[in-house]
């Protein structure tokens, strides 16, 4: 067993033998595995847990499995993401490889590769190095790590789910409209999004950041002032 035990993991498989199995040696080794067929019931499972790194099998029947990549690319620029294939697909290799996956395996692996892989990832984790952080300007920094927003006399604010995904999107979308279509499809996915739940969202993340954080733009979304 190595040393990072405890590893969340989301592996979205439709293949339940081979995913049962691969699961079952994954916890036999100190990991958490969290396991889906779908990429739906894969994000529902990525908005509860805090998943470190991703597994996902392409491709998934009746469903574009790079699609909920670049979804989740949105959200999170730095989870590492391991894709793994029934044979050497250029395509799905050059689209993947143009959304920063961490691995490629080619099936069928063996439990013993899928572990290794875990393990070289797992090393280069920001938990086991120094946490990444990007200014939010005004003094005030977000750590992605514990997703918490640094104040400027050092203390910590945590975040809940939706502060921290918006704030992740502003620091992606500098100098760009996050419309109100993007911050539902991303902090409400499976719901509709009222106004008044998104000024109470804007106005709890100013109260925790600053004023000028996010700017209204012209009814149409939000501007990145960072």
Do not use: C
């Amino acid at each position: 067993m190595f040393s990072s035990q405890h590893l969340s993991i989301l592996y979205i498989e439709d293949d339940m033998h081979f995913r049962e199995k691969n699961a079952a040696f994954l916890r036999e080794n100190g990991m958490r595995v969290f396991t889906a067929n779908t990429t739906d019931r894969g994000y529902e499972l990525f908005k509860v847990h805090d998943i470190a790194v991703i597994v996902i099998n392409l491709p998934l029947p009746n469903e574009n499995g790079l699609d909920f990549i670049i979804h989740l690319r949105q959200l999170d620029i730095h989870i590492p993401i391991v894709i793994t294939t029934t044979e050497a697909d250029k395509k799905i290799l050059i689209d993947a490889i143009n959304l920063d996956i961490s691995r490629h395996l080619i099936k069928s692996y063996k439990t013993t590769e899928l572990l290794d892989t875990l393990k070289r990832i797992s090393h280069k984790l920001p938990s086991a190095q120094t946490s990444v952080l990007s200014d939010l300007s005004n003094g005030y920094t977000y750590n992605y790590d514990t997703k918490s927003v640094i104040q400027p006399d050092g203390s910590s604010v945590v975040l809940t789910k939706k502060e921290y995904l918006f704030i992740e999107l502003l620091l992606n979308s500098k100098s760009k409209i996050l419309t109100y279509e993007m911050l539902e499809n991303t902090l409400w996915p499976q719901s509709s999004m009222s106004m008044d739940s998104l000024r109470t969202l804007v106005r709890s993340i100013r109260k925790k950041t600053y004023p000028e954080i996010i700017i209204n733009h012209n009814g149409t979304g939000y501007l990145s002032n960072i």
